[in-house]
């Protein structure tokens, strides 16, 4: 029996026993965790990749209702706050799977002029600019340089918290990634990531008393230790709060944001893959669909004959 196999007939057990489910929904959650192994032929939950759970969902909805569809979304979240929760896998990728997105719906993107109030709302304390260090002022320094980057990378939550000093290759202005299949891509970093990055290493160094270069992480928690995943939505909220923003911001509409903002720029659909570190060219199509449906928002709101 796989690795992957032993963790469903565990999960089984902790719906009996520790969750008390009914017998009818443990069945059918155990059906469907089977079907999801069958369907991408893992080994091991860990390998599971963003773009495979995308692809499973994606056929998956061609041949059930919307109430099945859920059901299973429902089922594979809840599987994987189970294994994150027992470290067996660093990403729960149907944590923000929405059942509108699996219906080609518009996802969760900000405009430019949102990414812009957001990360110009992040500031040090007014003490802190005179000169007076806080923790509260390094913290404020470490979210600033972690957001700047994740938005001008577009990075995942998982790239982010696992980055070292030594990916930081800062003559060439970029950041050295390792993705899905510990694959590994190369991403530009614009000139505000790196200004925060520059200012955060000198706060690193004087608050830790340690120099920011090797496999030392980059992004650490206030216990010295590198941050956790389930960190990053936290603080992306207190900062949209602080910024104002009613819009529901998590780690992912960084990622779709960057990309729509680049395609409407002009950028091509095979760049934003390479940036994106997606596997297949399907996955990245989905942003092609987001600004084809902002443009039919644009033209019936202006357009004199829409």
């Given amino acids: 029996m796989s690795e992957a196999r032993r963790w469903i007939e565990q999960y089984e057990n902790h719906l009996r026993l520790v969750m008390n489910s009914a017998e009818n929904t443990i069945r059918g959650y155990i059906r469907d965790l089977h079907q999801l192994l069958d ?14 759970a995308l692809q499973y969902l994606g056929q998956a909805r061609a041949k059930l209702s919307r109430v099945s569809l859920s059901r299973k979304v429902y089922c594979y979240r809840g599987f994987f706050r189970y294994l994150f929760k027992r470290k067996v896998v660093i990403d729960n990728h149907f944590e923000e799977v929405k059942f509108n997105r699996l219906l080609r719906k518009l996802p969760n993107v900000l405009t430019i002029g949102e990414v812009t109030q957001f990360l110009n709302s992040i500031r040090q304390p007014v003490e802190a600019l005179s000169g007076v260090p806080s923790e509260d002022a390094f913290l404020t320094v470490r979210d600033k340089a972690m957001l700047e980057v994740l938005f001008s ?23 050295q990634i390792t993705g899905n299949g510990n694959k590994m891509r190369l991403c530009p970093l614009g000139q505000p990531a790196l200004d925060a990055l520059v200012v955060y290493a000198r706060a690193y160094q004087w608050h830790w008393k340690e120099k920011p270069e090797g496999t030392a992480p980059v992004f650490l928690s206030m216990w010295n230790r590198r941050i956790e995943t389930r960190s990053i939505p936290r603080t992306i909220k207190k900062w949209a709060n602080h910024a104002g923003i009613k819009k529901r ?5 960084f990622r779709h944001s960057a990309a729509v903002a680049m395609l409407e720029g002009g950028a091509d659909l095979r760049a934003i893959q390479q940036l994106l570190g997606h596997s297949s060219i399907s996955t990245t199509e989905l942003y092609t669909r987001v600004t084809t449906k902002r443009l039919r928002a644009i033209h019936s709101q202006t357009h004199p004959r829409a």
């Fill in 39 to 52: 369907g991408t032929g893992v080994e091991d939950w860990g390998a599971l990749t963003e773009e495979m």
């Fill in 153 to 175: 990378a577009a990075l995942r939550v998982s790239e982010l918290v696992g980055l070292n000093w030594g990916d930081i290759q800062w003559k060439a202005r970029q950041v």
């Fill in 249 to 253: 911001i998590n780690p992912h509409a």
